[in-house]
C-alpha cells in the first residue's frame, strides 16, 4: 500500500505531528473491495483515496460507532453534492438506487513504531459504463441520468472536477473522527433496505435465505427477523446480503 510507504518515510511529518494523511488518485492497478474482489475503475473518471487516522497508545476506540460514523459521512456528503439520499449496505458499500456508488475499506495497521486507522474509499465519480454484472453506478449518472438529463428537478449545480471533491470530503471525515458519536446517530438514516425483507448468503452452507433488516447492532452485527419469526444476529463474514439481481459483488 503506498500510504505505508511514504508515512514510513516520513510524509508531512505525521509521524511527530500525530495528524492524520490522506493520499489520493484517479486510478490504481490493484485495487480492491470487500473480501478481496477487484474494484473496476476507468482512468481518471473516478476517486480512489486512502486516510490514515494515527492511533493513540493505550486508549480504547468505538470500532463498530468511528465504522459507522466515517460511512455516514461519505453518505451524507455525497447526499448533498447529488441531492438526493444516498445509502449504506452493510458493511461498507455506498449505494444509490440499489446500485453501488463507492465503498469503504477498514483495517488497523502497525507502520514503523505508530499504529494507524487506515481507511479506503473509492467513489464512482465520472464513469458512465460498467459492466452489467456489478450493478454500480456513478455521481455522474445519479445526478444527471444516463441520457444526460437531471434527475433531479432545479438542480443546476455541476459536480465539478473529481479532484474538487476531496477537499470537502476530507475536511467532512476529520470532523466525523473528531466527533464520531454525531454521524454515527444519523446512520440509521442512511441504512439500506433497513425495514425490508432482503435475501441473505448464508456463507458457511452457502444457503441464501430472507429476513427482515432491523438495524446494525453495538457489536456490528445485522440484526434480523427470520421466516420464523425469530430474532438473529451475524458478523460480516459469516453472511453477505444479497443485492436485488442477487448479486454479492
Known sequence: ?????????????????????????????????????????????NLLMT????????KEYP??????????????????????HVEIKWPNDIIYNHLKLGGLLLETMLIGQKKYLLMGLGINVMQRDFP????????WLAKYGADGSSTVLGSNAGLGSVDSLVAPLFEK????????VQDSISYDQHLYRKGHWVELLDVKLDRVFQAKLLEVNAMGQITV??????MAAYHHGEVRMLYRNKSNN
Not at 460507532?65 to 461519505?74: F, G, P, Q
Open 1 to 45: 500500500m503506498e500510504i505505508q510507504r511514504f508515512i514510513a518515510l516520513g510524509a508531512m511529518g505525521l509521524e511527530k505531528q500525530n495528524v492524520p494523511l490522506l493520499l489520493y488518485t484517479h486510478y490504481q492497478t490493484k485495487g480492491v473491495g470487500q473480501r478481496g474482489s477487484d474494484w473496476v475503475s476507468e482512468f481518471g473518471m
Open 51 to 58: 486516510v490514515a487516522f494515527p492511533l493513540q497508545k493505550n
Open 63 to 84: 470500532w463498530v460507532e468511528i465504522n459507522k460514523s466515517l460511512a455516514t459521512s461519505v453518505a451524507i456528503q455525497l447526499s448533498e453534492l447529488i441531492e438526493s
Open 132 to 139: 452489467v454484472s456489478i450493478m454500480a453506478t456513478s455521481l
Open 173 to 180: 471525515l476529520l470532523i466525523t473522527w473528531n466527533n464520531p
Open 225 to 230: 427477523q427470520l421466516e420464523t419469526g425469530e
